[in-house]
């Protein structure tokens, strides 16, 4: 498991080539927060997605340099369109409100992931940790 630490810190500068995310969230005030976050780190397009479907949708429509995936949408995970992501090299991370006790399927054990609530340091390290696995 890679988690994020909430006392780890990274610059804003660490995660300047991620230019383009696709949050998927199905918590709105949740997604937004993402949102902000991310734009102060130096990420200019962020996209969000409230299902999956809408998350298959924007990625046929552009290319994502990362997916923020929450583990649980309501009536379904995103580990469907985790492994969709994975198909087309997409890089992506998790975020999931239920910390160790989230069941993950084995080819997705090793990714990384930030618990909620996050912050901006903990995204920023999840971003530079992306960051360097792209150069």
């Known amino acids: 498991m890679h988690w994020i630490q909430e006392d ?3 610059t804003p500068s660490d995660v300047a080539p991620i230019k383009r995310i696709l949050v998927l ?3 709105f005030i949740i997604a937004m927060e993402a ?4 734009r102060s780190l130096g990420v200019e397009h962020v996209e969000i997605a409230t299902n999956a479907q809408q998350a298959r949708q924007l990625a046929g429509e552009h290319a994502f340099d990362f997916a ?6 309501g009536s379904e995970t995103s580990f469907a369109f985790a492994d969709e ?5 997409t890089p992506f991370g998790f975020v999931t ?3 160790e006790s989230a069941v993950f399927p084995p080819a997705l054990r090793s990714l990384p ?3 909620k609530p996050f912050n901006e340091d903990m995204m920023a390290t999840l971003l530079a940790a992306v960051s360097a696995n792209r150069r």
């Open 8 to 10: 780890t810190f990274v």
């Open 25 to 27: 969230e199905d918590n």
């Open 35 to 38: 949102e902000d976050i991310l």
């Open 68 to 73: 923020l995936l929450d583990v649980n949408l």
């Open 85 to 89: 992501l994975s198909a087309r090299g």
């Open 97 to 99: 409100g239920y910390g």
């Open 113 to 115: 992931r930030i618990t």
